[in-house]
């Protein structure tokens, strides 16, 4: 069942932070699990948009100007073929991101990155937390530390299987852009559509916010969210999305926030991960995140 589309709050960046159109903004998106925040003055998202529409082709097709987007199937702990969904997509860390992606896509996933933490410390602020724990209860996340994943999807209309699965993602802040609809959220029993609203990204907040703030008096609350069945559409181009996600390291603890303003490790990074993993794509990829071979900690797809 679906019913009316959310009415996300809607920020704007500033050269002080967000500046959100309401006076509450912040706090009602926090409540809500996502927001939509304007695109920035200069953003460009072509490079995210052509690599969605190239990484599942061979390096060899299409023209020279794109091949350096296309391959990625072949790139161990890189490509992830979602063999229950429609989505397949690159999921990548910053180490991996300078190795592989050119310099213009490099730059653009970048930017994304820096509005996650741009995000985090806003919200952290909101809620009270005190500066000087950042650091310790993201596990280096606000300091460009932790894992910051990049995620470019492409969904599969011939595939008669959900988009992607219900999930909430694992980290702190997730950026996202998408142009055509098929996102849903878990609002009040009911899936209700996040439609696309364009020059604007999706912002949502993830598991690890979610159990940091949980015994505050404004709980995050992270949004429980999935991509119905795309059908096929003769002429048009495939759904697509890409995302930015600021998560913990997969190693170490996930902490939460007391209401006297200390903090305290409540639960391992790793168990955190493999109960996502099992719960939410059920596949070969039950390691994902954890695995030295690929780094740090999970993301999700939109």
Request: with cysteine; hydrophobic share 40%; glycine share 12%.
């Amino acid at each position: 069942m679906t019913v009316d589309t959310m009415n996300l709050q809607r920020a704007t960046v500033t050269g002080t932070g967000l500046c959100f159109d309401a006076m509450d903004g912040l706090s009602r998106a926090l409540r809500d699990g996502c927001f939509l925040l304007a695109l920035p003055a200069g953003f460009d998202p072509g490079p995210g948009i052509t690599l969605c529409r190239e990484f599942h082709h061979a390096p060899d097709g299409g023209p020279a100007t794109t091949r350096a987007y296309r391959g990625f199937k072949d790139v161990p702990g890189v490509y992830f073929d979602r063999e229950h969904f429609q989505t397949e997509h690159v999921l990548i860390d910053g180490p991996r991101r300078t190795r592989y992606f050119p310099r213009e896509l490099l730059a653009m996933a970048d930017q994304m990155g820096d509005l996650t933490l741009l995000v985090l410390r806003e919200a952290m602020t909101e809620l009270g937390i005190a500066p000087a724990l950042w650091s310790e209860i993201t596990g280096g996340a606000v300091d460009g530390l932790g894992t910051h994943w990049f995620a470019a999807n492409h969904y599969r209309p011939e595939r008669a299987k959900p988009g992607c699965a219900p999930h909430k993602d694992t980290g702190f802040v997730t950026v996202l852009y998408n142009e055509e609809p098929g996102l849903e959220a878990f609002v009040d029993g009911a899936w209700m559509p996040v439609d696309p609203v364009p020059g604007h990204f999706v912002v949502n907040f993830g598991g690890a916010f979610e159990l940091l703030t949980a015994s505050l008096g404004r709980p995050v609350r992270a949004i429980l969210h999935q991509v119905r069945q795309c059908a096929p559409v003769p002429g048009a181009a495939d759904r697509f999305s890409f995302a930015a996600f600021a998560n913990p390291p997969a190693t170490g603890d996930l902490y939460q926030v007391s209401g006297n303003g200390s903090a305290a490790p409540v639960r391992s990074s790793e168990d955190f991960l493999r109960e996502f993993n099992a719960q939410t794509w059920s596949d070969r990829h039950a390691d994902f995140g954890i695995a030295k071979a690929i780094g740090a900690s999970g993301g999700g797809t939109s």
